[in-house]
């Protein structure tokens, strides 16, 4: 029995020693899609900050993510007045606004 037991302390001592941090199989390879969103920013590697910076500073994703399907149309959802507040220019809304219009020209078409 007691052997049992010394060899169950030392599988136990063992197991609580090991490393539980996991790390990732490959390396990042920049696709946002493969962050883990589980994560609090606290846990979130240098690289996994940078890609939500980008993604909440960047003008085309930022803009594009407002482009919703609302009754058998495409919409850009965000006013101009909106755009200027989030820093992005009329050039690029009046460019979005077209492909929003021609998204919708194509949708027609089908």
């Known amino acids: 029995m007691k052997k049992i037991t010394q ?3 030392f599988i136990i001592l063992i197991a609580s020693c090991a490393d539980n941090d996991i790390l990732p199989d490959k390396p990042f390879n920049g696709n946002a899609a493969e962050v883990d ?3 609090t920013v606290g846990e979130l590697p240098e690289d996994s ?3 939500k910076y980008m993604m909440q ?3 085309d994703l930022i803009i594009s993510d407002r482009i ?3 009754n058998s149309i495409y919409v850009l959802d965000l006013s ?3 755009a200027k507040q989030l820093s ?3 050039k690029m809304y009046q460019k979005y606004v077209e492909i929003v219009s021609n998204m919708n020209k194509d949708n027609k078409e089908h």
Request: net charge negative.
């Open 49 to 51: 900050l940078n890609i």
């Open 80 to 82: 101009l007045e909106e």
């Open 7 to 9: 060899t169950l302390m």
């Open 68 to 70: 919703i399907y609302k």
């Open 88 to 90: 992005i220019s009329d």
């Open 37 to 39: 969103s589980t994560k």
């Open 57 to 59: 500073t960047n003008s």
